[in-house]
């Protein structure tokens, strides 16, 4: 191990606040704290029986052959068979699987196991009607309504891989992920709600499609029932033509199949099709379903507040919480429609016990105020997640005290992707908790923090993130990209995988992220982290976002800039400014103190609701900006430029 000094990124920020499970909550819980002791094959073998159906017994654990892992090998199953019929099989067709609520106020369904299975087996023989069989490529192009999951399944059922494009992407990012994978039918809806709203799905598929020539078929669910363009032949009605509920055998899949491609958006280079497959991700996926949320599939209601489109949504809104038997809560809509309350309400109507969610949402709601939460009862809690971006440890007391009354734990859950299933997160009833720490990896995961040479740096310094063994659900490649696969993931040191995550590993062992490594910026030789000057920023009361990045600097070879939105909608002034900077000095240290700080309304972030830091860096060095192509709303960033070029504060 080499001494402090090999480390990759310097670290300024100490956290020191505690949060020991409870008693009560480690009697209970699914994880006891043995789980780390058992070995890495007898846990994934083990694992692999107790929370999957094979109608073929796997006859060796796993083959690694680096860069390529297969899991499970020579065991046959279907996901879908274990996602929905063996539930109803086993008498619980009469559970709810989704309780689901539409943006329209008053919307709401409640999805049964046994009504799921029926709806499944009518999808997916409406599919086998345009010709899918195993093998066919599907698209699925939907908003956050019960048949995408449904969809989903249909094709996991057919053994037909999907990819699902998130239903805020433009026609040309639908038509490149359906060009790259081949697709042959698209499953898509008339139009989305959102904010109250249309969203016109059918009008940009119809775009999407005309530059998509391996397309042949759509299916198209009506949802608000506005009149769209149906083209003859090509496209299909869901209910015409999902009406046939006879049976349909799920297709018996080899453990390495193709169960789904999805797209990861670099900055600016053409989407990476993430290959996953069936045996390993099901496994994966299921096992950190059950032992991170402490899933009681009979009492819980647990509610994973992301979308479908993202791979949050795939491994812990269908895949994960379907194999273990939950019951989930879906919702369509924006958290403020038609106010701000909405979750909360949606918490208190279906006495949600588990909520999973990501810091962007979190820090919305700081910014909104803690009175919107205080008008419900959210005594039903009992568990919370955050997953997507580095927690800053002031959204997470935040999160710990106005939501979680003081009495959840938080899983702050480290993954990607790529890698399929959590990787690094607290196991609740086990692990002492630290704002802004994922803490763990999971149980026969490999992490480490490595310097630039790829050598493990010591406890307290920060490096980057890689892991050394395989773990089932990791992504098995980059479709029809070896290359790239092997230059993104595997060419900074052998046989190890390079996440593109700094992090860094307390004296207890636990792991703190410390974002993207393109995000990382050299002040006067030292390498700072973005996150670590954010969350000394959202550390002041009146802040309620933050986002760093740096510009080149004559003195220091890069200096700070800070963008700044403060809470309850305030407007920046001088003095603000220097109580900011001076703020950090104390927090972090003087050399993390911000040049310029940029107040503004809000900040770019992708669709997913990650900080975009890259046009930061643009808008902070006064170029003009790269490819704003992924940005939930771009004018957020012609605003910044405005603001930027008004408000600098130089030294
Ligand atoms: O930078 C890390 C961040 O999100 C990246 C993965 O993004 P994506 O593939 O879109 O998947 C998001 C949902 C799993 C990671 O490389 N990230 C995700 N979770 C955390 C995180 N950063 C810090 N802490 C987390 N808990």
Redesign the pocket.
């Known amino acids: 191990m080499s001494s402090d000094s090999g480390q990759a990124i310097d670290t300024l920020f100490q956290e020191e606040r505690r949060y020991p499970p409870s008693a009560a909550f480690s009697a209970a819980a699914n994880a006891k704290p043995d789980i780390y002791d058992e070995a890495f094959e007898s846990f994934w073998e083990r694992e692999a029986h107790e929370r999957v159906t094979w109608f073929e017994p796997f006859t060796s654990l796993y083959e690694w052959n680096p860069p390529y892992a297969k899991w499970y090998l020579g065991g046959k199953l279907n996901v879908a068979y274990n996602c929905v019929d063996r539930h109803v099989e086993a008498g619980r067709g009469d559970r709810v699987a989704y309780y689901w609520e539409g943006e329209p106020v008053g919307d709401r369904r409640a999805i049964t196991y046994a009504e799921l299975q029926d709806e499944v087996v009518r999808c997916a023989n409406a599919l086998k009607a345009l010709g899918v069989g195993k093998g066919t490529a599907v698209g699925i192009y939907m908003g956050m309504v019960p048949e995408a999951p449904i969809a989903m399944l249909a094709c996991a059922r057919l053994g037909a891989p999907h990819t699902v494009v998130f239903g805020g992407f433009s026609a040309d990012s639908l038509a490149d992920r359906l060009n790259d994978m081949g697709c042959e039918v698209l499953i898509t809806q008339d139009e989305a709600y959102r904010r109250g709203n249309p969203v016109p799905l059918k009008t940009t598929a119809d775009e999407a499609l005309a530059a998509a020539p391996s397309v042949r078929k759509t299916l198209v669910l009506r949802r608000t029932g506005n009149p769209v363009p149906m083209t003859d032949g090509r496209d299909h009605w869901w209910h015409e033509l999902a009406t046939d509920g006879s049976p349909c055998a799920p297709e018996p899949m080899d453990s390495e199949d193709l169960l789904y491609l999805l797209y990861?958006s670099g900055t600016t280079a053409k989407p990476k099709g993430i290959v996953h497959t069936t045996g390993g991700y099901l496994v994966g996926v299921a096992t950190t379903h059950n032992y991170i949320f402490d899933l009681k599939p009979e009492n819980d209601v647990y509610w994973c507040a992301a979308d479908v489109g993202?791979?949050?949504g795939h491994s812990y809104i269908v895949y994960g919480p379907l194999c273990n038997g939950a019951t989930s809560v879906m919702y369509e809509g924006t958290p403020d429609f038609p106010d701000k309350d909405r979750w909360w309400e949606i918490i208190e109507r279906y006495g949600v016990t588990i909520l999973y969610t990501a810091p962007t949402a979190i820090r919305a709601h700081m910014k909104w105020g803690p009175q919107y939460a205080a008008k419900h009862d959210l005594s039903t809690l009992r568990l919370l997640g955050?997953?997507?971006?580095?927690?800053n440890p002031e959204a997470w007391v935040w999160y710990h005290e106005h939501i979680g009354g003081e009495r959840c734990p938080i899983v702050?859950?480290?993954?990607?992707?790529?890698t399929g299933m959590v990787l690094i997160s607290p196991l609740p009833g086990i692990t002492t908790t630290k704002p802004g720490s994922?803490t763990r990896p999971f149980p026969g995961v490999d992490a480490a923090v490595y310097s630039e040479e790829g050598n493990e740096v010591g406890p307290g310094g920060g490096g980057y993130l890689v892991l050394r063994k395989p773990w089932p659900a990791m992504l098995r490649g980059v479709y029809g990209d070896d290359q790239r696969f092997r230059d993104t993931y595997w060419s900074k040191y052998p046989n190890t995988y390079f996440?593109?995550?700094g992090a860094r590993i307390d004296h207890d062992g636990d792991f703190w992220?410390l974002?993207?490594v393109d995000d990382v910026m050299n002040v006067s030789g030292h390498r700072i982290s973005t996150i670590e000057v954010e969350s000394a920023l959202v550390d002041h009361r009146d802040v309620a976002e933050a986002a760093v990045a740096a510009r080149a600097d004559a003195l220091t070879g890069q200096a700070i800039v800070a963008f700044v939105t403060l809470k309850g909608g305030v407007e920046g002034s001088v003095e603000k400014l220097e109580e900011l900077r001076n703020h950090v000095a104390e927090k972090i240290g003087p050399i993390a103190k911000p040049a310029n700080i940029v107040f503004t309304p809000e900040l770019p972030k992708t669709r997913?609701g990650?900080i975009m830091r890259r046009l930061l860096r643009d808008v902070a060095e006064n170029r003009p900006l790269g490819d704003t192509t992924t940005l939930a709303d771009p004018s957020v960033v012609a605003e910044l430029q405005d603001r930027g070029a008004a408000e600098t504060h130089d030294d």
């Open positions: 990861t993202w791979v949050t955050s997953v997507g971006e580095p927690i702050d859950t480290w993954w990607q992707t790529e994922a996440a593109g995550d992220l974002g993207r997913s990650k």
